[in-house]
């Protein structure tokens, strides 16, 4: 930035060069005249076009360098074994490395710098450039009032020798002098009101010394003053200390200005400028430390390149309008495509986002038929992620990111330009604006052709980025779900047991692997009257269920509670199912899977008083 105002203010250097031609040039008054209004530099504003370009070319190579990150860091690809199993890292300052340390307190510096010149707001050019030229005019004006004063007394010393040569000593010579002074005022004003038509800018030169003469009608003290005024510029007599006195006050109102505008740079430097981002200033506390790691570790701790992410980052939400896309009502339509749903087995915020679901030709044609279009469902997109950012705890030992789940199934093909086009446009936005704000990233349900598409936008992501990246295909998407969410977290649909009813998430759930061709059982023990009630699913199911009860005492009677029954895939996927019991005693289920896959079966239990 330093070097984009730099550059315009070298050129504005040049009028005052030519200005100073002019002024030393000045025994053709008519071109002061017409050269006075032309020292503003009216062809200057256009200067600013310059640092656009220089900013669109710094952005331009800044975007390269940015592609090509990721082909410096493939090259180490085999060195960095954490790309399957990534790890968060710590947020506390205490406990980074000392080059990590150093990275954050060069950076916190460098944007103190930049807070305290005003450099995350466009600086606006048009006032940067409109001082100097005040400057140069106030030069001109400087330089021609020296130099019209100059003038007159070139004129007026042929006449003081003259007057030297011709004054006999004191009073009867002054009186003389009196009269033919007289008579030379009227012809010098006979003279000049000819002249006025001719030339304005030589009576202006001219009008100095009959303005003092005109003095000299009124008063005759006056006359010999002026005179000896005159006189005082060649020859140093005692009258010049007399005049001295009366020439201070015609100086003194044109060093008054001076004064003025060397004391208006003078003002107080405007305080700091604050800048926020996720509603937490970039400099204030350990949460703003957690922010600044982000964009570290998003590049590799380079200070430079974190600092320059940075401000693109408060730039690109100016003009994005962030703060006021928070409360922009952009409809309810979208909210089964994308939504957050329960946490991850390390506490973090879970969204899924249903490619699906734009199956619908008809939401598919509201969100991607045409740019404007794509713009509003991107919008809604960034929205929905600002505001689901804001419920993240950013102090050091909080969970600030957040886990991605897409489900590919049923997604539209890459031969659905649109969809494809904002999926990059998300993809670059999010990577260069969002850093670090996501601790994986599971794509379930992927087909074959998707894999493909991957290797297509992959060049584009970071490393650590992908190395955050799981992929799962039908057979094995809630399975690989349960490696990072508790089943009792992940919904219905994706294979886990939370929806509405009478669990919780509070309500743990139990997995079990059953083998080909064998029979599970599982028991709920009871001590005391009581409601049981329990829910169970198998996935893919193809098995038989029942349920019975069998109490504690010898000569007790077992109960039927379910009938044996085979479960197919397309009954319902979850089987919830409750008992009265009045004695001590235990329910037992029975799972056989006759198939010669394994089946995966999760169950949970809970009591309730009888009064309910």
């Known amino acids: 930035m330093a070097e984009e105002i730099q550059k315009p203010a070298a050129p504005e250097a040049q009028p005052s060069t030519t200005t100073e031609e002019v002024v030393v040039v000045e025994e053709k008054p008519a071109v002061i005249e017409k050269d006075a209004p032309a020292p503003v530099p009216e062809p200057e504003p256009e200067a600013p076009a310059k640092p656009a370009v220089v900013e669109e070319a710094t952005a331009v190579a800044e975007g390269v360098v940015e592609v090509e990150k990721p082909k410096e860091e493939t090259t180490k690809e085999v060195k960095i074994t954490q790309s399957v199993s990534f790890k968060e890292e710590t947020n506390v300052v205490g406990e980074l490395p000392e080059a990590q340390k150093k990275a954050l307190d060069d950076l916190k510096q460098l944007i103190q710098e930049a807070l305290n010149k005003h450099e995350f707001t466009a600086p606006p050019p048009a006032k940067e450039e409109e001082k100097p030229e005040e400057k140069v005019e106030v030069k001109e004006e400087k330089t021609d009032a020296p130099s019209t004063s100059e003038e007159p007394k070139t004129e007026e010393e042929p006449k003081t020798a003259e007057a030297e040569a011709s004054t006999p000593p004191p009073p009867a010579p002054v009186e003389e002098e009196k009269v ?33 003469v ?60 604050e800048v926020f981002i996720w509603g937490i200033p970039l400099l204030a506390d350990e949460r703003s430390d957690v922010i600044l790691l982000k964009f570290l570790r998003a590049r590799d701790f380079k200070v430079k390149d974190a600092f320059t992410m940075i401000k693109n980052t408060v730039k690109w939400r100016k003009e994005f309008g962030i703060d006021a896309l928070l409360e922009e009502d952009l409809g309810a339509e979208l909210e089964k495509v994308v939504f957050t749903h329960g946490v991850d087995r390390e506490g973090h915020s879970v969204c899924y986002n249903v490619y699906g679901a734009f199956q619908d030709k008809e939401l598919y044609q509201n969100c991607f038929a045409d740019e404007e279009k794509r713009t509003k469902f991107l919008k809604w997109r960034i929205q929905f992620l600002e505001k689901s950012i804001r419920k993240l705890d950013f102090s050091p030992n909080g969970i600030c990111t957040i886990v991605q789940v897409s489900d590919i199934k049923n997604s539209p093909g890459p031969a659905k330009t649109g969809l494809r086009q904002a999926t990059k446009q998300a993809l670059s936005l999010l990577q260069d604006n969002y850093p670090e704000f996501v601790a994986k990233n599971v794509f379930i349900n992927v087909p074959w052709w998707y894999l493909t598409f991957n290797k297509m936008i992959s060049p584009f992501l970071t490393h650590r980025t992908k190395s955050k990246f799981v992929f799962a295909g039908p057979s094995k998407s809630a399975e690989t779900l349960f490696k990072y969410i508790a089943p009792e977290e992940v919904p219905v649909q994706y294979g886990g047991l939370s929806k509405d009813g ?48 069998v109490p504690s005492a010898e000569d007790g009677y077992t109960v039927i509670v379910s009938k044996t029954r085979k479960i197919i895939s397309s009954d319902d996927p979850v089987i919830s199912d409750t008992f009265k019991i009045g004695e001590p005693g235990k329910v037992v289920l029975t799972i056989d899977n006759q198939t010669s896959k394994k089946k995966k079966l999760l169950y949970r239990s809970k009591t309730k008083p009888l009064s309910e």
């Open 502 to 549: 009478e669990f919780t998430v509070a309500d743990t759930v139990t997995d079990v692997t059953i083998k080909p061709t064998s029979k599970h059982t599982v028991e709920f023990p009871v001590s005391e009257a009581c409601v049981l009630v329990w829910e169970l699913r198998v996935f893919g199911w193809d098995v038989s269920y029942g349920a019975e009860f």
């Open 180 to 212: 033919e002074v007289k008579e030379e005022k009227e012809e010098e004003k006979v003279e000049v009101k000819k002249e006025e038509n001719k030339a304005e800018p030589s009576a202006a030169a001219e009008t100095v010394v009959v303005e003092k």
């Open 214 to 273: 005109a003095a000299v009608d009124e008063d005759g003290a006056k006359t010999v003053e002026a005179i000896e005024e005159t006189i005082v510029a060649v020859s140093s007599t005692p009258a010049a200390e007399e005049a001295a006195p009366a020439a201070e006050p015609e100086a003194t109102p044109a060093e008054e200005p001076k004064t003025e505008e060397e004391a208006a740079p003078a003002a107080p430097p405007p305080p700091p400028e």
